[in-house]
């Protein structure tokens, strides 16, 4: 089986093992109704599309993560001809609080890592905001699974910086890379990213995603019950199911 010498397994945690889409919308709709905003599907694509343009920006380290946490708002704010309403940084810090209160899971997440749990050291590999995923991950009640929990704002780095993936192959002993994988939906900052640094990666794709020109990943799954089978013959597992 490809994964039989993996020593160490990270995950994305943002709609990789929870469900980002949806609790970013609750949140949403949260501080809407909050701050008496129409609260609609219009309102909700406005933010998104300022949000996804700040993230980018960020990832390109183009601005910092203190820029991003206001910078997101204060777009919403312009587009919705609100300006002059409320301050950002306290829209930041209300929404973070809503989503941090909205915990689903992503469907399979507590069998996989129950599958892993005490047989493959596993770790969490994310970008975002610390007084985010930190709180969300015990809200959760998973850290108890993880041996390492990196969080891009707590060390500086996010996806697809090599350097996030040199502190993640350093924090898992310093094995080789190739015995390293990670698991995570975006194709870009997690799977392509990963696998530049040497990672062997397995693309989480639940909505069938087309796949990307000149795309490489050692598996493609769309539920993430579909990593157990192979790891079925792996030493560490093998005989423990």
């Keep these: ?14 709609d990789t093992l ?12 949260h501080l809407a109704n909050h701050y008496q905003w129409v609260n609609n599907q219009t309102t909700f694509d406005i933010y998104q599309k300022g949000n996804h343009q700040t993230w980018m920006e960020f990832e390109k380290n ?14 919403f704010l312009s587009n919705m ?9 306290e829209l930041n810090e209300n929404y973070i609080q809503y989503l941090i209160s909205e915990t689903t899971l992503i469907n399979g997440a507590l069998t996989l890592l129950n599958f892993f749990y005490n047989k493959i050291p596993i770790g969490i590999l994310t970008n975002g905001l610390k007084e985010a995923q930190r709180p969300r991950l015990i809200k959760a009640d998973l850290v108890h699974f993880f041996n390492d929990i990196l969080v891009s704002d707590e060390i500086g780095f996010s996806k697809p910086n ?25 194709p870009y900052t997690d799977i392509e990213a990963a696998q530049l640094f040497g990672f062997k990666t397995a ?3 639940p909505m069938g995603k087309n796949i990307p020109d000149n795309f490489k990943t050692e598996i493609i799954i769309e539920k993430l019950e579909e990593i157990i089978p192979f790891f ?8 423990r199911i």
């Design 1 to 14: 089986m490809m994964f039989h010498d993996i020593q160490y397994i990270y995950f994305d945690l943002d």
């Design 18 to 29: 929870m469900d980002f889409s949806n609790a970013s919308k609750k949140a949403f709709e």
């Design 62 to 75: 183009l601005i910092s993560s203190y820029e991003l946490r206001s910078l997101r708002f204060k777009r």
């Design 81 to 89: 001809n609100l300006d002059d309403k409320t301050d950002p940084h």
């Design 162 to 186: 090599p350097e996030i993936f040199k502190l993640a192959k350093q924090k898992a002993g310093n094995i080789p890379a190739n015995h390293i994988l990670l698991v995570g939906d975006n």
């Design 203 to 205: 693309w989480f794709n």
């Design 232 to 239: 079925q013959l792996h030493p560490n597992i093998q005989g």
